[in-house]
């Protein structure tokens, strides 16, 4: 099993750029959702998503946007990147059925913004 | 948020004892987790206690949960250079819906020196 995939690993953009960070998991998990992990920040909640078709927002959703039409897929939209979006972010995934939901992550996207 | 608070950093000699501490605010949490990070990688799961636990030992790892004071530690044994690392608590929090979210800590940075 692949687990959690994200690309791409290291992106460069140019303030006001937009992209899309894409995640995919494989183990058929209800939940997923996304972080930024900004040195002495530790993880901050940008959205997340219990199943297909729902999301909702985290701590930090400002300036992102997320949709989830399949259980796989839950890609993070920069509409208009900003410096202060340079971070690296990274997906996780999980079961929600019963309360045991330890989260599996991908290996981040490390993004600059310019 | 804040809501889950971890000293941002530890240092220690290799072959001493590590204790990292965590402190948690939902009561109805019924599992909390270690999670530890490499450099330039995502979170892996370490170990994860539940709740009518008073302590879990795992080889070098030892977890100790105090529900009355909602503190959790995570005891690594004979330390080595390769546990300089990122350590994170979470626990996972009831939210609307019926669903559970889980909360990062900031994050641990533990360095083992010589």
């Known amino acids: 099993n692949a687990g959690v995939t994200q690309t791409p690993k290291f992106q460069v953009l140019k303030t006001g750029q937009s992209m899309t960070l894409q995640c995919a998991q494989d183990?058929?998990?209800?939940?997923m959702s996304w972080y930024r992990q900004d040195p002495g920040m530790g993880l901050r909640l940008i959205h997340y998503?219990?199943?297909?078709?729902?999301?909702d927002q985290g701590e930090v959703p400002n300036g992102y946007n997320v949709s989830r039409s399949t259980t796989e897929d839950f890609p993070l939209r920069l509409l208009s990147a900003a410096p202060s979006q340079t971070s690296v972010y990274f997906c996780?995934?999980?079961?929600?059925?019963?309360?045991?939901?330890?989260?599996?992550f991908g290996d981040g996207t490390r993004l600059s913004i310019l | 948020g804040e809501d889950v608070e971890q000293s941002l950093f530890l240092s220690v000699r290799e072959g001493d004892s590590s204790v990292i501490n965590c402190t948690y605010t939902?009561?109805?949490?019924?599992?909390l987790y270690w999670y530890k990070q490499e450099p330039g990688a995502g979170l892996q799961l370490l170990t994860y206690i539940f709740s009518n636990m008073d302590m879990k030992q795992d080889q070098r790892l030892t977890v100790l949960l105090n529900k009355k004071d909602k503190h959790l530690s995570l005891r690594i044994a004979d330390t080595q250079t390769g546990d300089s690392a990122i350590y994170f608590c979470a626990e996972t929090r009831s939210a609307s819906g019926g669903s559970y979210i889980p909360t990062f800590g900031r994050g641990t940075s533990l360095i083992v020196h010589p």
């Open positions: 939902d009561s109805s949490s019924t599992y």
């Open positions: 183990m058929n998990h209800e939940y």
């Open positions: 998503s219990v199943g297909a078709g729902i999301t």
């Open positions: 996780a995934s999980s079961t929600i059925r019963g309360k045991n939901q330890p989260q599996h």
